[in-house]
């Protein structure tokens, strides 16, 4: 479905007061094309509607109609910069933001990020995905043991039972 559909429906979702549609919607849209910051204005737009500040804050953040209390919720809910960064889910060219406001808060938030250093659990999420892994074919080997140890001993009792006869 084309993006201008797509924005029709959201529109006309909004007009029935259907505000978790459209932000479904919405979101669709952002993870398709995360760089289209009249996307993140739109949903910023009906997260204000509902009063949610922290996501009004998060999508927002790099539009020129962020507000400082948007954008101190927004904080306040993910203090780890790292994580606001990722929240953001924004890879653009710095130079298309609409405004130097937008280009400064996406500056500062990367220069804290670089500055606190990646999470520690980013680090040890692959290690404990390659744990979890190689525990699969392990957990497979053991289960066909036990169904061929249960059918050896149903073979050995027919077996014996067929002697005994």
Same mark, same amino acid.
């Given at each position: 479905?084309?993006k201008?559909?797509?924005l029709? $429906?959201?529109?006309?979702?909004?007009?029935? &007061?259907h505000?978790?549609t459209?932000?479904?919607?919405?979101?669709?849209?952002v @993870?398709v094309?995360?760089n289209?910051?009249e996307?993140h $204005?739109?949903l910023?737009?009906?997260?204000r509607?509902?009063?949610n500040?922290v996501?009004?804050?998060? %999508?927002?953040?790099?539009?020129?109609?962020a507000?400082?209390?948007?954008?101190?919720?927004?904080e306040?809910a993910?203090p780890?910069? %790292?994580l606001?960064?990722r929240?953001i889910r %924004?890879? &653009?060219?710095?130079?298309?933001?609409?405004?130097?406001a937008? %280009?400064?808060?996406l500056?500062a938030? $990367?220069?804290?990020?670089e500055r606190?250093?990646?999470?520690d $659990?980013w680090?040890?999420?692959?290690?404990?995905?390659?744990?979890?892994?190689?525990?699969?074919?392990?957990?497979?080997?053991t289960a066909?043991?036990?169904?061929?140890?249960?059918? &050896?001993?149903?073979?050995?009792v027919? @077996?014996?039972?067929m002697?005994?006869?």
């Open positions: 479905m084309a201008s559909d797509v029709a $429906r959201v529109k006309n979702d909004l007009a029935l &007061g505000t978790h459209a932000i479904q919607r919405l979101r669709t849209l @993870a094309d995360p289209d910051l996307l $204005r739109l910023a737009e009906v997260y509607q509902t009063g500040l996501e009004a804050g998060r %999508w927002s953040f790099l539009t020129e109609d507000r400082p209390e948007e954008l101190a919720a927004f306040r993910n780890d910069p %790292w606001r960064l929240l %924004w890879n &653009g060219d710095p130079a298309t933001l609409p405004d130097k937008a %280009w400064s808060r500056w938030l $990367r220069q804290a990020a606190a250093g990646p999470p $659990r680090q040890h999420d692959d290690q404990a995905a390659t744990t979890a892994s190689s525990r699969i074919p392990c957990l497979f080997v066909a043991l036990v169904v061929l140890g249960a059918l &050896g001993a149903i073979g050995v027919r @077996a014996i039972s002697l005994l006869l």
